[in-house]
């Protein structure tokens, strides 16, 4: 009897460890852990709120904040910047002070999943290496749609508050919400663990939220798509989901997307 408890204390103890061992960094993590104090909170800003799976962050054992490295500014003030989260994205600002950042919507930044072997993300990483990296003809044109080295269009530009942490990180709606809509909507096509992200919200509090789905005529494979709600929580199946056929270049389909569904207009139920 006594070895079987000694026993049985054992292996409790030895379970207790192994989960303070896995876990014991994130116990540890506080809120202040996940402000960014690098020096282009700007830029994080911006893409937190136009960069589709961005949210400032990444935990594994520690938080490790994105990498950010300022490129070009050109003769009206803009600034080009490489942001490095998840996938590699050039972002340009039209301009910011120390309250607000401005951006054009929708067409504020290019993504690669990866930069090419051999160039590296750091201080010395120049002009030459990202032309490799984007080419020359996909720079040109985002510049263009930015209106590089013309005077500013403010008409044109979103005002966001620059902020150092997403301040609602999962969104306006519940975890059990998304997950009986997304059984719904995608039926034999949903999966156990959608892995729903809160992208954004409107001013009239439509929210936009990514999600993963069964691959139909693949087995296996899987899809991203997009689930906009409405501002009472619901969903229309036919116009508030889209799937993105492209994970990097998707900003005609996004704007064709949000507008179709009155993004920022006024909601009448």
């Known amino acids: 009897m006594v070895y079987k408890l000694l026993k049985t204390s054992f292996f409790v103890c030895f379970a207790g460890l192994l989960l303070l061992q896995l876990t014991g960094c994130f116990l540890l993590l506080s809120p202040d852990d996940y402000i960014y104090k690098g020096d282009y909170p700007e830029v994080l800003t911006?893409?937190?709120?136009?960069?589709?799976?961005?949210?400032?962050?990444?935990?594994?054992?520690?938080?490790?904040?994105p990498d950010i490295l300022a490129l070009e500014t050109d003769d009206f003030g803009r600034s080009l910047?490489?942001?490095y989260e998840n996938v590699v994205s050039l972002i340009i600002i039209q301009q910011n002070d120390e309250e607000f950042v401005y951006y054009y919507p929708y067409y504020n930044h290019i993504s690669i999943r990866r930069l090419p072997m051999g160039i590296n993300i750091s201080d010395s990483l120049s002009m030459d290496d990202i032309e490799k990296s984007?080419?020359?003809?996909?720079?040109?044109?985002?510049?263009?749609?930015?209106?590089?080295?013309?005077?500013?269009?403010?008409?044109?530009?979103?005002?966001?508050?620059?902020?150092t942490v997403k301040n609602d990180i999962d969104g306006p709606i519940n975890k059990r919400s998304i997950t009986h809509t997304y059984n719904t909507v995608?039926?034999?096509?949903?999966?156990?663990?959608?892995?729903?992200?809160?992208?954004?919200?409107?001013?009239?509090?439509?929210?936009?939220?990514?999600?993963?789905?069964r691959d139909g005529f693949a087995g296996d494979?899987?899809?991203?798509?997009?689930?906009?709600?409405?501002?009472?929580?619901?969903?229309?199946?036919?116009?508030?989901?889209?799937?993105?056929?492209?994970?990097?270049?998707?900003?005609?389909?996004?704007?064709?997307?949000?507008?179709?569904?009155?993004?920022n207009e006024p909601w009448t139920k």
């Open 221 to 263: 494979g899987r899809r991203t798509v997009i689930m906009l709600f409405q501002p009472d929580g619901s969903l229309d199946a036919e116009r508030g989901v889209m799937e993105l056929n492209d994970l990097y270049q998707y900003q005609d389909d996004l704007k064709a997307f949000m507008e179709q569904n009155e993004w």
């Open 186 to 213: 995608f039926g034999e096509n949903a999966i156990r663990n959608p892995n729903a992200v809160f992208f954004i919200t409107d001013n009239y509090k439509r929210s936009i939220y990514t999600a993963i789905i």
């Open 134 to 163: 984007f080419t020359i003809e996909a720079i040109l044109d985002f510049k263009s749609k930015n209106d590089w080295n013309q005077p500013i269009n403010f008409d044109k530009a979103i005002r966001t508050e620059i902020v």
């Open 46 to 65: 911006v893409a937190i709120n136009s960069i589709i799976g961005t949210r400032g962050y990444n935990v594994s054992e520690i938080v490790e904040f």
């Open 81 to 83: 910047f490489l942001y």
